[in-house]
T-cell receptor, first 105, second 116 residues
């Protein structure tokens, strides 16, 4: 099993939709998790940190479920500009393969 | 957040030549920098960890003599792709942690290498 696994997608959703991604991890000792956003041929940019208590930033909500060993990212009211690849990172230099999101008008 | 500068953004070179990519931390000192490679539609793959003043640590399967890493100062790491071949064509990204910003990783803008 890979250390970090994501559904590569693509997720094609209409504008205004709510979409959620999961990222599972295998190392139960992992302490820190983050979501990054990467646009095509650009560097990843930090989107948000993930805490056990949940983390909300505007339309984005990140959750950590230690019991089931996954993190999630929820995007509400999707915008066209949300189209990108979303990478989960467990703080030990290992990235998930990314989930591609495409928001259509 | 912290700023990491990477140069050049694009390189097109002939097969057999060497290409150097620079990565600088602009507003913090980075004793460690990381080099990733990314093929289209794939995730970032860690190639090596660059350590200031000492040898780089390479991930399994990454050729040390092929990808030379030098970290001569606290703000600069370089990756040299030696004797480049078309299969080396990829997106190379460096990153570093700002010690003052916990474990967050900040990335350079990446270098798209195309070997003809």
């Amino acid at each position: 099993r890979k250390e970090v696994e994501q559904d590569p997608g693509p997720f094609n959703v209409p504008e205004g939709a709510t979409v959620a991604f999961n990222c599972t991890y295998s190392n139960s000792a992992s302490q820190s998790f983050f979501w990054y956003r990467q646009d095509c041929r650009k560097e990843p940019k930090l989107l948000m940190s993930v805490y056990s208590s949940g983390n909300e930033d505007g339309r984005f909500t990140a959750q950590l479920n230690r019991a089931s060993q996954y993190i999630s990212l929820l995007i509400r009211d999707s915008k066209l500009s949300d189209s990108a690849t979303y990478l989960c990172w467990r703080g030990k230099l290992i990235f998930g393969q990314g989930t591609e999101l495409s928001v259509k008008p | 957040g912290a700023v990491v500068s990477q140069h050049p953004s694009w390189v097109i070179c002939k097969s057999g030549t060497s290409v150097k990519i620079e990565c600088r931390s602009l507003d913090f000192q980075a004793t460690t920098m990381f080099w990733y490679r990314q093929f289209p539609k794939q995730s970032l793959m860690l190639m090596a960890t660059s350590n200031e003043g000492s040898k780089a640590t390479y991930e399994q399967g990454v050729e040390k003599d092929k990808f030379l890493i030098n970290h001569a100062s606290l703000t600069l790491s370089t990756l040299t792709v030696t004797s480049a071949h078309p299969e080396d064509s990829s997106f190379y990204i460096c990153s570093a942690r700002d010690p003052g910003l916990s474990e967050k990783l900040f990335f350079g803008s990446g270098t798209q290498l195309s070997v003809l």
